[in-house]
């Protein structure tokens, strides 16, 4: 009990303290997350072992504590340091213990006292304490805080309805400042640092004059919040008054035999439209579109168009999403499942995901897949969807002409339609879906001459933008900023600069023979004996049949050729199966079927005549011929120059449809050749380049060439045909060539490589600044080929005209690689 001096006179100091003597010294249990009050009962949660052992040796003792906030809630037994200074003597009145083993106490507060030291930290902590009494200075100011206090407490009371009503009849009743004081504070959801401050202040006065700061605070939190609530009740009311009326309406019609189908038609949209989360502003698109729509007549022409219009909003994944699977072994494993080798594509592909899964947010950059053709750049795309859980959408971006193909046309327009993205989001039914973008390269020019696609798809993959995409025909902005966009293209070079720089570009080069048979072998079989309707005891196919196909009936970077040949053997052995179950079949009842294996004879007897010879043999017995490597946007390939003399003036004539800078490149070669005659055919007559014409021809005249690669290939044939020697058939090469002599890197040089492979050729000339490159050629494929990478021109005469040897060798991992000197 508190004895409060009540003959004071006004202005008089008076101290209040307390009826029972407190210890010098007493065990100090710290509370998280709350403060002790004066003259209140705290109920309290007991788990921790030294708060345990506590309450337990003071139950055994005079029941009295010390009860003292923590500075840091989250610490789970802090130490003298992390508590505060000012606590509250208290007295257990009630324990009880919990099965779990932890106690439940009901402690009454009695004096605040000041901890002056820690005497004891184990089991539990122990301090001297001194007593702070309160100084209560009687005036009418006090009298008049003491009334603020108490009638502004009520109104809150009267709001709130965590605070019960019998509380503000103790408030009404309690004449001691102090007393009052301690009562509001502990009902009030104060932080815990006000409210230590508040048990702090020994002054009443001052105590009282920050309350009422916090009570009026809190009055003012009790409002808005009173004033938000009433906004959406009133909004929730006439919601649902204009859903009772319509439902009211619609009885009366009903009981009328008045059927009116567009009111009906709108109440179906509108019905729908509810279910959906649209966002506020297209929300407010919508209701202004139905009430249109509600207001015209059925047989009006833009009764149809509004119609259509709010069933496409009505049909988007408005905040639909799907759950990301970031799994990266899970990843992994997928991508592994559906795709061999390309370790290098799967690495990045697992990289980005790993960045994803880090930071979600995170606006990662567009992918572009570039390849030739058939080398699973598609397949891929789905790999990935299928690894994170994402609905999958495959937009063909080839051909594309109009900038209206990606936006939509406006309603304006009879027959409007949202564009390609709007209608893919539809199909997906998830805000999140992975769009894979085919062929972006071969986006056209539209009719006007200008980019108008181009134009659309930089705002599609800029993440910077995307997030308010506006469909022409919707007019409303869709956010874009979770769907993953990813593009395949056969070249970079038809794209251009500012949309190329949006994309990372993760380059997919063309298979080796090993790797086919491997993918004919893990995918493809198995594909088409389930697509032909066959079983595996039907059939199998020998790995020297695979490697037949892959080498004499197909000759591609891909693998699309090589499965269609692997469909066509399984369709004549499914052919052959149908016939001995054929029930005109002789014999009686279900035949047994014979297993058909498929060798390399098979093979030529199922698919017929050989299809592709080597032909670097036979085209390079006579000299004045060279073979090239080129790179094309299906793969590399490789090329045959042709030269010949004939009587003339000297003039140089190229045919086989090339472009400008091959055109010059065979005129460099062929300066460097009429500069260095002596050396490398000295015995030709002085004045014969006077007396001839020349003639480089390439063949497939059909098909368009250009670049500078084939410089030192073209050198190569000259000085064959003037020198007499032939160059040997089994090498190949790709370089540019300068007037003195040089030998320039190229580009390409996997896919050339793999070209030479698949073409019977062990040999490779390329610069030597291509020597790096050889890192990204897989190891069976060095193994096989033996490199030249030379720096100056002479080197490769050496190298390709029969009889040149070279002086240094040297060795890189998986491959012979042989650099030359001149001399």
């Known amino acids: ?57 003071v139950l055994a003792g005079n029941r009295m504590i010390v009860m003292v906030a923590s500075r840091d809630p989250e610490l789970e037994s802090p130490g003298p340091d992390e508590l505060y200074d000012v606590g509250v003597v208290g007295s257990i009145a009630r324990m009880l213990k919990v099965p779990d083993g932890t106690l439940r106490i009901l402690v009454q507060g009695a004096q605040r006292v000041k901890v002056e030291r820690y005497t004891q930290e184990q089991p539990y902590l122990v301090a001297e304490v001194s007593e702070l009494p309160d100084v209560v200075k009687r005036s009418t100011k006090l009298t008049a805080l003491m009334r603020t206090v108490q009638d502004t407490f009520s109104r809150i009371v009267e709001e709130v309805p965590y605070l019960p009503e019998e509380l503000l009849l103790a408030v009404s009743n309690i004449d001691d400042p102090s007393t009052l004081s301690h009562l509001i504070t502990g009902s009030l959801r104060l932080k815990t640092e006000e409210k230590q401050e508040l048990l702090e202040e020994t002054d009443v006065t001052v105590r009282l004059r920050k309350l009422v700061e916090a009570l009026h605070r ?31 309406l619609k009885a009366i019609q009903a009981e009328l035999g008045e059927f009116d189908e567009s009111t009906e038609e709108a109440a ?69 499942e ?76 009879i027959g409007a339609m949202p564009g390609t993205i709007i209608r893919a989001l539809r199909d997906a039914g998830s805000a999140n879906p992975l769009f894979m973008i085919d ?79 491997q993918i004919a072998k893990r995918y493809l079989v198995p594909r088409q004996i389930e697509r032909n309707g066959l079983k595996k005891s039907w059939i199998s196919i020998s790995d020297a049949a695979l490697r037949t196909i892959i080498s004499d009936y197909t000759r591609e970077a891909g693998v699309r050729g090589l499965e269609r040949e692997i469909g066509t053997v399984c369709r004549k052995v499914a052919r052959t199966v149908a016939d001995i179950l054929s029930p005109d079949a002789p014999g009686k009842g279900r035949p047994a079927v014979p297993k058909t294996s498929v060798g390399e004879a098979k093979v030529r007897e199922l698919l017929g005549r050989q299809r592709f010879y080597p032909d670097a043999p ?48 065979a005129q460099a070669a062929l300066s460097y050749v009429r500069g260095h005659i002596e050396e490398v055919a000295p015995g030709l007559e002085s004045g014969w380049f006077a007396e001839h014409d020349l003639h480089l021809h390439v063949p497939a005249g059909a098909i368009p060439k250009d670049g500078p690669s084939a410089g030192i290939t073209m050198a190569t044939a000259l000085v064959s045909l003037l020198s007499g020697r032939a160059v040997r058939s089994d090498v190949a090469m790709t370089g540019e060539i300068t007037l003195t002599g040089q030998v320039l890197p190229i580009g390409g040089l996997k896919e050339k490589a793999l070209a030479a492979q698949r073409n019977g050729l062990s040999h490779v000339i390329a610069p030597a600044r291509n020597e790096p490159d050889i890192e990204d050629i897989p190891d069976p494929l060095r193994k096989g080929l033996e490199f030249d990478f030379v720096d100056e021109v002479p080197e490769v005469f050496a190298a390709a005209l029969s009889g040149g040897v070279g002086r240094r060798r040297a060795s890189t991992d998986g491959g012979r690689v042989r650099k030359k000197k001149a001399g």
């Open 338 to 413: 559906d795709h061999y080798d390309i370790e290098q594509v799967k690495d990045r592909i697992v990289e980005f995901l790993a960045v994803r899964r880090l930071k979600p947010d995170a606006r990662g950059s567009i992918l572009c897949f570039v390849g030739p053709p058939g080398v699973g750049k598609t397949s891929l795309g789905k790999s990935i969807a299928r690894a994170l859980g994402r609905n999958f959408e495959r937009i063909s971006a080839g051909g594309m002409r109009d900038e209206a193909e990606i936006r939509g046309h406006r309603r304006t327009y």
């Open 618 to 665: 036979r085209r390079t017995r006579e000299p004045g011929v060279a073979t090239g490597l080129a790179w094309t946007p299906v793969g590399g390939d490789v090329l045959f120059i042709e030269a010949t003399a004939m009587p003339g003036s000297g003039k140089l004539l190229t045919t086989g449809q090339l472009g400008d800078v091959m055109k010059e490149s």
């Open 218 to 248: 809190e009055l003012e939190v009790i409002s808005i919040g009173s004033k938000i609530q009433s906004q959406v009740q009133s909004e929730i009311d006439k919601g649902q008054r204009e859903f009772v009326l319509r439902q009211q």
């Open 439 to 517: 062929e972006i390269d071969k986006v056209g020019i539209d009719y006007r001459g200008g980019g108008g696609v181009e134009s659309a798809l930089l705002e599609l993959l800029d993440p910077e933008q995307n997030s308010n995409f506006r469909d022409h025909y919707l007019d409303v902005p869709f956010d874009l900023s979770g769907v993953m966009f990813i593009t395949t293209a056969n070249t970079l070079d038809t794209i251009p600069g500012p949309l190329r720089d949006r994309m990372e570009v993760i380059a997919l080069a063309g298979y080796t023979e090993d790797e086919k048979l």
């Open 1 to 57: 009990m508190i004895e409060i001096d009540g003959d004071a006179r006004e202005g008089q100091e008076v101290l209040v303290g307390a009826q029972r003597e407190v210890p010098a010294t007493l065990p100090v249990l710290p509370l998280r997350e709350t403060v002790p009050l004066p003259d209140t009962l705290t109920p309290l949660a007991i788990g921790q072992d030294r708060s345990v052992a506590l309450v337990n040796d």
């Open 268 to 336: 179906r949209l509108r019905e729908r439209l509810a279910a959906v989360a649209l966002p506020k502003d297209v929300r407010t698109q919508v209701d202004r579109e139905l009430a249109r729509l509600e207001s015209l007549p059925t047989a009006a022409a833009e009764h149809g168009v509004i119609r259509t219009y709010l069933e496409w909003l009505a049909s988007l994944p408005w905040g639909v999403q799907t759950e990301d699977n970031l799994d990266l072994r899970h990843a992994r494993g997928v991508l592994d």
